[in-house]
C-alpha cells in the first residue's frame, strides 16, 4: 500500500520561504517519478514541479527560479523549496507519485500554504 504524507506547510508573509516535504511508504521509490501540484480556492489543480528518477526536474512557469524541487531516496521523501513567496502561491499543495512501471499514481492528502501579510 502506498502513502503520501506532506507536511511543512503553513502561513508565511510575501517574500518569505517554506519548505514542504512528503513521505512514501511503499517498495521502490526512486524509480518513480514525484511531482508537486496546487489548488487555489474556485480554481483547478495545477502542476508545479516534477522530479524523475534520474533526478531531472522541470517547474512551472509561474515558479520557476523560485521553487525547487529535490528528492531522498534513502528516506522516501520529496522536498520543495518555496522562495520569494507571492499570494498567489496560496494554495493548497498535493504530493503526487506517477503512473509509471504498470502502477497507478497515488496522492497525498494535501498541505495548505497560505501567503499573507
Known amino acids: 500500500q502506498v502513502q503520501l504524507v506532506e507536511s511543512g506547510g503553513g502561513l508565511v508573509q510575501p517574500g518569505g520561504s517554506l519548505r514542504l516535504s512528503c513521505a512514501a511508504s511503499g517498495s521502490s521509490f526512486s524509480i518513480y517519478t514525484m511531482g508537486w501540484y496546487r489548488q487555489a480556492p474556485g480554481k483547478l489543480r495545477e502542476w508545479v514541479a516534477r522530479?524523475?528518477?534520474?533526478?531531472?526536474?522541470n517547474y512551472a512557469d509561474s515558479v520557476k527560479g523560485r521553487f525547487t524541487i529535490s528528492r531522498d531516496n534513502a528516506k522516501y521523501t520529496v522536498h520543495l523549496q518555496m522562495n520569494s513567496l507571492k499570494p498567489e502561491d496560496t494554495a493548497v499543495y498535493y504530493c503526487?507519485?506517477?503512473?509509471?512501471?504498470?502502477?497507478?499514481?497515488?496522492w497525498g492528502q494535501g498541505t495548505q500554504v497560505t501567503v499573507s501579510s
Open positions: 503526487r507519485r506517477a503512473a509509471e512501471w504498470g502502477s497507478e499514481d497515488y
Open positions: 522530479i524523475t528518477s534520474a533526478g531531472t526536474t
